[in-house]
């Protein structure tokens, strides 16, 4: 059985046709995301500019939303950074006009 070391623990996976372990699995932790995104939007506003708009439900040791675009969907470059509630259980807005859209653009991400 292929074996992988993860720290101080080693994994086994099971042989062809095993469907249960023996033992248990150590605890793996894993971090929630920091912020519960609950809306997001952009609308055009005039010609040549665009309003994002989001809402959160809650944020937990949130620093900043870095805002990207692209044209083609895999080089993205940043448009602007926004501060974040930090640490929240409300509900929170946020917005941002962009107003430097790139000239002949049909298409977005």
Same mark, same amino acid.
């Given at each position: 059985?292929?074996?992988?070391?993860?720290?101080? !623990?080693?994994?086994?996976?099971?042989?062809?046709? @095993?469907?249960?372990?023996?033992?248990?699995?150590?605890?793996?932790?894993?971090?929630?995301?920091?912020?519960?995104?609950?809306? !997001?939007?952009?609308?055009?506003?005039?010609?040549?500019?665009?309003?994002? $708009?989001?809402?959160?439900? $809650?944020?937990?040791?949130?620093?900043? !939303?870095?805002?990207?675009? $692209?044209?083609?969907?895999?080089? !993205?470059?940043? *448009?602007?950074?926004?501060?974040?509630?930090?640490? $929240?259980?409300?509900?929170? @807005?946020? @917005?941002?006009?962009?107003? @430097?859209?790139? *000239?002949?653009?049909?298409?977005?991400?």
């Amino acid at each position: 059985m292929p074996t992988a070391t993860f720290g101080s !623990f080693v994994f086994t996976t099971p042989a062809a046709g @095993q469907t249960d372990f023996l033992g248990e699995l150590p605890p793996i932790y894993t971090p929630p995301l920091p912020v519960t995104l609950t809306a !997001f939007d952009a609308t055009a506003a005039g010609r040549h500019a665009l309003r994002l $708009s989001w809402a959160t439900a $809650s944020e937990t040791n949130s620093v900043r !939303f870095e805002v990207e675009r $692209s044209r083609d969907g895999r080089a !993205f470059g940043r *448009v602007a950074t926004l501060a974040a509630a930090g640490r $929240s259980s409300s509900p929170r @807005q946020y @917005q941002l006009l962009d107003e @430097q859209l790139p *000239v002949g653009a049909t298409t977005l991400y």
